[in-house]
């Protein structure tokens, strides 16, 4: 039985005369067929030197005496063993020279640590070492699979090793017929692309019950690959919607209240992103325990500096430009190339880096989709951003306010509302969501001074096809927009893509000038 030996052991092991010495004399010959007969009855010794010597040969640190066919294993803190006994050894003779590979023996080496981990304690370790034999399909590690099927208690890894035996059978000569049979529909049962890559590689030579089998196989696989495959894209166009969301959910409510087409708002997503970028270097200079919470400490520091920032813009810019539509796009056009300007005098043109907090890092599969962590957060504070500013607007004062401007501005003024209040607290409050969303994007984006611009465009786009002005539109436009890009990319290319969504917007605004929900009121129906 094979035994794992996952280091150099403190102690000499004594030499086991026989075919494992001999196997080790092999790797001397500077032959690459001999190291490759070596290195199979190396795996399959039971030897506790054998992880040691295969992962030596690995990473170059095997090297062999072509005088005296002594072969010598260098430890990663420098030490030096003979291979066939585990002695201790002064130094390298200086002869010895390191055993070669090739592109084939790479192969097998990494199949046989595969194999050599298949009794590790880690289940971890087990699955994934399964996992290579399965792709490499090593008759050899059939005897290894079968005694580690045995003794496993592990359900997931089990299911592992059930599949390396199939594709070891599937590939074996001698298997028998009923034996294919059976590993085919193991094989099936995975139904991924490394599935299908074992099916499709069968020789045409096969029986026909074989090659029927594996052919009907592979068109389920197929069929199950192009249904995640749709899944895959529906998730990475909830994933881009949620960007949309968030970069337009302020630029709705500040042109929904006010009806000021605002061109900065992408630069109030940047100064976001650049709170982040700052909040991180000062943690990683002064406070570098507290890196994990960088993130929880910048958003709210970026929506009160976007937000004041967005209501200095409204009181000294924006108040004298109401009912001027024209010079209101120019103004904060232009404004947007101020901002731009003065943050690359800050912090310079190229793009900075801003870190991602243990807890964004990594992904994880779910059936044959691959979901990463960054992302799966941002739609989730997306929602509760959405939901918060529902709540806010529904429950508190300044939200019945800002519903009440947005109706009716003149009836809200005849009832004692401070109009000029509403709309400075409306511009802060939208400006401080496009900072909190620049705190998000930071995380999947370069920070530069032009990222504000990649989105403002597209935000204008949400607003305008949900509905002016109602949060629950730009949800929806968001997220139907969101997906639509992302299964038109593979047909028709990013570029061509966003073209398409967009004469589709403009032939669907044709028909429903005010956007899928449109306001309710008299006013605006007036």
């Known amino acids: ?13 004594p030499a086991l005369a026989g075919p494992f010495e001999d196997a080790v004399a092999k790797f001397a010959n500077d032959d690459f067929s001999d190291t490759d007969d070596a290195v199979g009855v190396v795996a399959t010794s039971g030897n506790p030197l054998a992880f040691t010597i295969i992962s030596a040969l690995g990473d170059g640190r ?34 010895a020279a390191a055993v070669r590979l090739n592109n084939r023996l790479r192969r097998t080496v990494e199949a046989a640590l595969g194999g050599l981990t298949l009794l590790s304690p880690d289940p971890a370790k087990r699955i994934a070492a399964a996992q290579s034999v399965f792709k490499t399909h090593d008759e050899t590690m059939l005897p290894v699979i079968d005694g580690a099927l045995a003794k496993e208690t592990n359900k997931a890894a089990k299911a592992a090793f059930t599949e390396a035996r199939a594709a070891i059978l599937l590939y074996k000569p001698d298997a028998t017929d009923v034996e294919k049979l059976e590993a085919i529909a193991t094989v099936k049962a995975r139904g991924d692309q490394e599935a299908m890559a074992l099916l499709t590689g069968l020789g045409s030579d096969q029986p026909p019950a074989i ?3 594996a052919a009907g196989a592979t068109a389920a696989i197929q069929r199950t690959l192009a249904l995640w495959s749709t899944v895959q894209n529906a998730w990475y166009g909830l994933s881009l919607g949620s960007v949309l969301l968030l970069a337009a959910i302020g630029l709705a409510i500040t042109f929904g209240v006010m009806g000021v087409i605002n061109m900065a708002h992408g ?55 109401y009912g001027r539509p024209l010079e209101t796009l120019l103004a904060t056009w232009g404004l947007s190339l101020v901002l731009q300007q003065a943050v690359r005098t800050m912090f310079g043109p190229t793009n900075r880096e801003v870190g991602n907090p243990s807890w964004m890092s990594g992904a994880f599969e779910l059936g044959q989709i691959t979901i990463t962590y960054n992302r799966l957060w941002i739609l989730c504070f997306t929602l509760a ?4 500013l529902l709540a806010m607007l529904r429950y508190s004062s300044i939200g019945l306010e800002m519903r009440a401007v947005t109706q009716n501005r003149k009836m809200a003024a005849s009832m004692g509302i401070a109009t000029s209040r509403v709309d400075a607290l409306t511009f802060g409050l939208g400006s401080g969501i496009a900072g909190i969303a620049g705190v998000a994007l930071s995380q999947i984006d370069n920070v530069s001074p032009n990222l504000g611009q990649s989105y403002i465009i597209d935000s204008f786009m949400v607003v305008v096809f949900g509905g002016v002005g109602n949060l629950w539109g730009t949800l929806v436009g968001a997220f139907t927009l969101g997906i639509a890009n992302k299964f038109l990319e593979p047909v028709a290319g990013a570029v061509l893509g966003k073209i398409a969504i967009l004469v589709l917007i403009i032939l669907f605004i044709q ?12 006013a605006i129906e007036a």
């Not at 039985?1 to 092991?13: C, E, I, R, W, Y």
């Not at 951003?385 to 918060?388: K, Q």
């Open 1 to 13: 039985m094979l035994v794992a030996a996952f280091a150099v052991p403190a102690f000499v092991v």
């Open 385 to 388: 951003v959405f939901a918060i």
């Open 511 to 522: 028909k429903r000038p005010r956007g899928l929900f449109a306001l309710k009121g008299r």
């Open 211 to 213: 090659a029927n089998a």
């Open 267 to 321: 630069e109030m997503v940047m100064i976001g992103a650049y709170v982040t970028f700052v909040v991180q270097e000062v943690i990683r200079t002064s406070y570098p325990g507290l890196f994990d919470y960088s993130l929880l400490i910048a958003v709210p520091l970026a929506f009160v500096i976007a937000g004041v920032i967005g209501i200095i813009i409204e009181r000294t810019i924006i108040r004298f430009l």
């Open 62 to 95: 095997l090297a062999a005496d072509p005088d005296t066919k002594k072969v010598f294993v260098t430890g990663t803190d420098g030490k030096v063993i003979d291979a066939a006994t585990g002695a201790a050894v002064d130094k390298l003779p200086d002869n």
